[in-house]
């Protein structure tokens, strides 16, 4: 496995200011682990993308390593998942996402790409089809942008559907993300509940269990189509007692 620091908060809206952090910290646990839930020692390369803080520059060198690379982009502000996605572009023509996260993120703050619209660009600059985009885990959103996830006929599944069913939701969704040529997971810290995630910038009571959300990625990662993923959102400054720094570096594992 392949894991890209990707040592920025750039597009946070200074609401998760701290998790440029998190790569280093995460890292720094994740030495702790010895295997994984699989019985498996996570075996692994360190890369970085080299951060500037001029967000276009850095944006650009992001996607780069996305074209050349593939692995794990460890945030990190949700941002750079617009460069990561558009870098796999550049290797495949049909791409999906799967974004677990508490937010839509397609509710437009900016005239560039942030952590609470990096989706609505995606979509809008005709780089991943609406079809193409399955969200998990949603419960905090406007109005606007559940009309626009219909309008658009984006797949999405909200903590109230997980709850009816989280294996019942796991299958529908890996049917529909089979399909895709090429596939790139978005892990937001936020869509698992605050009290086992309390390190992050926008915390929404009612989200996933760890236990859940370890569940839901042991299956969906066995799809043979995933070409990166992301982890990003987690502020360690704002942590208690290490939780979600933890969790993070045990949701990595899983993935080596």
Same mark, same amino acid.
């Given at each position: 496995?392949?894991?890209?620091?990707?040592?920025?908060?750039?597009?946070?809206?200074?609401?998760? &200011?701290?998790?440029?952090?998190?790569?280093?910290?995460?890292? &720094?646990?994740?030495?702790?682990?010895?295997? !994984?839930?699989?019985?498996?020692?996570?075996?692994?390369?360190?890369?970085?993308?080299?951060?500037? !803080?001029?967000?276009?520059?850095?944006?650009?060198?992001?996607?780069?390593?996305?074209?050349?690379?593939?692995?794990?982009?460890?945030?990190?502000?949700?941002?750079?998942?617009?460069?990561?996605?558009?870098?796999?572009?550049?290797?495949?023509?049909? =791409?999906?996402?799967?974004?677990?996260?508490?937010?839509?993120?397609?509710?437009?703050?900016?005239?560039?790409?942030?952590?609470?619209?990096?989706?609505?660009?995606?979509? &809008?600059?005709?780089? $991943?089809?609406?079809?193409? =985009?399955?969200?998990?885990?949603?419960?905090?959103?406007?109005?606007?942008?559940?009309?626009?996830?219909?309008?658009?006929?984006?797949?999405?599944?909200?903590?109230?559907?997980?709850?009816?069913?989280?294996?019942? $939701?796991?299958?529908?969704?890996m049917e529909s993300a089979r399909k895709f040529e090429a596939l790139h997971l978005s892990l937001d810290i936020d869509v698992i509940d605050p009290s086992a995630a309390p390190g992050t910038g926008c915390l929404e009571p009612g989200g996933l269990s760890t236990r859940e959300f370890l569940?839901?990625?042991?299956? =969906?990662?066995?799809?043979?189509?995933?070409?990166? $993923?992301?982890? $990003? &959102?987690?502020?360690?400054?704002?942590? =208690? !007692?290490?939780?979600?720094?933890?969790?993070?570096?045990?949701?990595?594992?899983?993935?080596?």
């Amino acid at each position: 496995m392949k894991i890209i620091k990707v040592e920025t908060s750039e597009g946070a809206q200074d609401k998760n &200011e701290g998790c440029q952090e998190a790569p280093s910290k995460i890292l &720094e646990e994740f030495k702790n682990i010895h295997t !994984n839930e699989f019985w498996k020692k996570p075996f692994y390369q360190i890369d970085s993308v080299e951060i500037k !803080n001029d967000l276009k520059e850095d944006m650009s060198a992001i996607e780069e390593k996305a074209s050349q690379v593939q692995g794990v982009f460890l945030g990190g502000s949700h941002t750079i998942t617009y460069s990561i996605v558009k870098g796999l572009k550049k290797k495949f023509k049909d =791409v999906g996402i799967i974004s677990f996260d508490a937010h839509p993120d397609v509710f437009k703050l900016f005239d560039f790409p942030s952590h609470g619209d990096w989706l609505l660009y995606l979509i &809008e600059e005709g780089i $991943v089809k609406a079809e193409n =985009v399955i969200l998990v885990g949603i419960r905090s959103f406007h109005k606007e942008e559940i009309d626009y996830l219909k309008e658009k006929g984006i797949k999405f599944f909200t903590m109230k559907q997980l709850f009816n069913g989280l294996d019942d $939701v796991c299958d529908s969704v890996m049917e529909s993300a089979r399909k895709f040529e090429a596939l790139h997971l978005s892990l937001d810290i936020d869509v698992i509940d605050p009290s086992a995630a309390p390190g992050t910038g926008c915390l929404e009571p009612g989200g996933l269990s760890t236990r859940e959300f370890l569940h839901f990625i042991q299956r =969906v990662k066995l799809l043979g189509n995933i070409k990166s $993923v992301d982890l $990003v &959102e987690v502020n360690p400054r704002k942590d =208690v !007692n290490n939780l979600t720094v933890k969790l993070a570096a045990k949701i990595l594992g899983e993935f080596s």
